[in-house]
């Protein structure tokens, strides 16, 4: 279940999947709980990970894709 969680928070299972996944957690309410800790998990993760590049560290990727370009 847990790489379910995984895969579906995501974007990575296809719709039958998915909609079988969401009908099992309307049924289980251990497996929709950890589904709620799964979400809040990984959007403190999203959230902590946001941090902009130094400015020149962008200077030089620019100045690369240029010569690239």
Known sequence: MTQNMREI?????DLPVAQRFH????HCPDC???SLRVE???????QSCR?????ELRERIMI???KIG
Not at 9 to 13: D, L, T
Request: proline share 4%; charged share 35%; net charge negative.
């Open 23 to 26: 009908e099992h957690l309307r």
């Open 40 to 46: 809040r998990y990984i959007t403190l993760l999203r």
């Open 64 to 66: 690369e894709i240029r």
């Open 9 to 13: 928070m995501n974007g990575e299972m």
């Open 32 to 34: 929709h709980e950890e």
């Open 51 to 55: 941090c902009e590049a130094p400015v």
